[in-house]
């Protein structure tokens, strides 16, 4: 803390903003909160410095340097130009950003906030003169003067106001998710223009509803139950309001673990999150009725399976099918015959977002690459999956994928080989980070697992 | 701040684990029907690694002697054995490469004081195999692989019971007793090790003993009293055998 408040002293005498501990302390911690890092790091790049290369149908866009290096960096922004990139958009020299970076979401900040933040970029942060790579579309996209009528269809540009209804606690959640979380520029379905098609409960039902990143399932974060006796529980609604804080602080819980795009907003974000942050955005997330999502988790609260019948299956072990077998002989070891794993160890398969996932490429990259939790400070342990591309072929995934999504009770549909070749293919490639608008086109980090997962004969 | 956006990162070090199961060679190509199905070829065109022509007709008579196909079912060939310990000598074991070599090598220790012959596992087969071969042409005037089983027993037992003086056939600082005991120890293994590793074929050695594999979780089991295990075993590789 002595180091801290020194260099905000230090730092202050040069730059004109005020720079109280305390206020660097709170940028910091939003900044955690609006997961800049993430999108303004590139891999083994110095944080912040930016160079992210965020794929898109039209060309690759490079996230900026937002140290404050006054060359290659922000540190020549004042206070508004910083506040208007934020929430407008809008770049120092007056041009648009590209939507990648999620201004519409962060238009919800209060001025209090973009003050600390400011704060914080501006003396919190180590200044890194490197000049990343820069963007360069071609034309038309290279006219960024096209965004301003995107902005203006779609960009709601009104800061945070709470909802005089709902609680304190409830307010600060709905702050955090449509704000700084940026939540619903992954979990919220785009529409034709990649806008969001809702950036808050008001604008209709599709907000926060789930959403394909590349086929990978971002589940409906909608966490009220629905009304009727009986009705298929879908979204958040089995999930407690400590299960949703758990899950974003350590990314495991009961229901499920962490495997995918998910994995890196956990590491990076909310597991810096205060418990009462991550309980508000829970408080929230309940608050949501659950009847606009499509296809999300159809267990009840305790995970349990519904169906036996595929239990007993597995426990009597005779007149198996192939993927009843490949279960037992590659899964079963972790995720056991009730499909219910052990609680924060193994996830439960049973009514899993991810298995019944309307597209199983989620499924498919985890029984290939495998997947490993997130190190977070309460919960560092990074249990990992094996991944299974070196010993199953095409069809023994498909087949294995096809009875997962079949068995105790889940409803995803069948899996062909073709499809899990697609996906094999796509294991080679280069790491990267998607970031929100993934509509522009950007892998998710999963889809660029690094590895060839083909291991060559390393005995001899 | 040392978190980095790390999903790629989970891959890299998911990739080195990869990289400790070793020999893990042709991939994904199963179908779903090939149960038992293993794509190594036939032993007749398997091209030893550290075994000359000759040292490996001695290898699998020998084998073929230690563990016999019968009414058990198949022996150390089908389960190709020999293969199971060429590969383990052409790599480190062979070479002893992790094992203190340097002397002194006191014969007459206990066992605590580890192993104490000056050869490398590699070295103990070459000339044990050497002297094995001269005594067959002084005894029988041919070689062992050439001799009739009821003669290669008869050797084999001599070997074990350290009856063979392999100083007077020229090989010093290696009783025949030693030689034999590296022979069945690595046979076993071949015999029982996972398939991965060249031996084992068809898993073989398992199923002999009903032994059901790598498939690590049997809590299903634990309450089902008098029911016999249904399943065949399944290899690292995840192949089965029924």
């Known amino acids: ?43 083994d790049g110095k944080p912040f410095a930016g160079g992210l290369a965020i794929e898109s149908p039209f060309g690759t866009i490079y996230s900026t340097n937002i140290t404050p290096d006054t060359h290659a960096g922000i540190g020549g922004y004042t206070e508004q130009e910083f506040a208007a990139a934020l929430r407008q958009g809008k770049r120092a020299d007056g041009a648009n950003l590209y939507p990648a970076m999620p201004y519409p979401s ?28 820069q963007t360069d579309l071609s034309f ?60 808050n409960e008001e604008d209709g039902s599709e907000y926060l509803s789930g959403a394909n990143l590349n086929g990978w399932w971002a589940p409906s974060l909608r966490g009220q139950p629905a009304d009727e006796e009986g009705a298929k529980v879908s979204g958040l609604a089995g999930w407690s309001r400590d299960d949703i804080a758990e899950y974003l602080a350590t990314g495991r819980n009961a229901h499920s673990a962490v495997g995918g795009e998910m994995t890196s907003v956990i590491a990076n974000s909310t597991s810096h999150l205060s418990e009462q942050d991550l309980t508000a955005i829970a408080a929230y997330l309940k608050t949501l009725p659950a009847e606009g999502s499509t296809r999300g988790n159809d267990s009840d609260a305790t995970g349990v399976a519904k169906e036996s019948s595929t ?49 199983p490429t989620g499924l498919i990259h985890t029984i290939l690459a495998g997947a490993q939790l997130p190190s977070t400070p309460k919960n560092p ?17 498909a087949a294995l994928a096809t009875f997962v ?47 060839n997962q083909t291991p060559s004969p390393s005995k001899d | 701040m040392t978190d980095q956006p790390n999903n790629w990162q ?9 990289l400790t199961i070793p020999a893990i060679s042709a991939v994904a190509s199963v179908p779903l029907s090939a149960w038992a199905q293993d794509d190594t070829p036939p032993l007749s065109e398997y091209y030893p690694r550290f075994f000359e022509p000759q040292e490996w007709a001695f290898i699998l008579a020998a084998t073929d002697r230690l563990i016999p196909a019968d009414d058990n079912g198949p022996g150390a060939i089908a389960a190709h054995v020999p293969v199971f310990i060429d590969q383990e000598l052409a790599g480190d074991y062979g070479n002893a490469s992790d094992w203190y070599m340097d002397g002194p090598f006191l014969s007459d220790l206990p066992a605590e004081f580890g192993y104490q012959l000056p050869h490398t596992p590699a070295a103990v087969y070459r000339l044990g195999i050497k002297a094995t071969h001269v005594y067959c042409q002084r005894q029988y005037g ?16 001599a070997l074990e019971a350290g009856e063979i003086d392999f100083n007077a056939l020229g090989v010093a600082d290696l009783p025949s007793q030693s030689f034999f005991a590296f022979l069945l120890q690595n046979t076993k293994e071949g015999f029982f090790a996972d398939p991965i590793y060249g031996g084992n074929r068809h898993m073989a050695g398992w199923k002999l003993l009903g032994f059901p594999g790598a498939r690590a979780n049997f809590l299903e089991w634990v309450d089902q009293y008098d029911r016999p295990y249904p399943l065949g075993p399944v290899s690292l590789k995840g192949l089965q055998n029924r």
């Open chain 1, 1 to 43: 803390m002595a180091t801290l408040s020194l260099f905000a002293v230090q730092a202050s005498a040069s730059a004109g903003a005020s720079s109280d501990p305390d206020t660097l302390a709170r940028g910091a911690y939003l900044a955690r909160a609006g997961d800049c890092v993430a999108c303004h790091t590139a891999p």
């Open chain 1, 106 to 133: 962060y238009a919800r900040l209060t001025d209090e906030d973009v003050h600390a933040l400011y704060v914080y970029f501006m003396h919190g942060v180590e200044p890194v003169e490197h000049q990343p790579e």
């Open chain 1, 140 to 199: 038309p996209f290279d006219q960024r003067w096209g965004i301003t009528a995107w902005n203006w269809l779609f960009v709601d540009q009104s800061t945070f106001t709470p909802t005089p209804s709902s609680d304190a606690e409830v307010n600060r959640g709905r702050y955090l998710v449509q704000g700084l979380g940026h939540c619903g520029s992954c979990h919220t379905p785009r529409g034709l223009f990649q806008q969001e098609k809702a950036l």
């Open chain 1, 311 to 359: 239990e007993q299956t597995l426990t009597r072990a005779t007149g198996l099918d192939a993927g009843a077998r490949l279960y037992l002989d590659n899964c079963n070891a972790c995720h056991f015959a009730s499909g219910t794993g052990a609680p924060r160890v193994f996830p439960s398969l049973v009514g899993n977002s991810l298995v019944n996932a309307e597209n």
């Open chain 1, 381 to 397: 342990e990074r249990l990992m999956m094996p991944g299974f591309a070196w010993r199953l072929s095409n069809q023994e995934v």
């Open chain 1, 405 to 451: 999504r079949a068995g105790w009770g889940n409803t995803g549909g069948a899996v062909s080989a073709e499809q899990v070749k697609d996906v094999r293919e796509t294991l080679n490639e280069q790491p990267g980070y998607s970031g929100a608008p993934t509509r522009y086109g950007a892998k998710t980090s999963a889809e660029h697992a690094t590895d």
């Open chain 2, 10 to 18: 989970r891959r890299t070090f998911m990739r080195q684990s990869f």
């Open chain 2, 142 to 157: 041919t070689s062992f692989a050439a001799l009739d089983k009821a003669q290669q027993i008869t050797v084999l037992e």
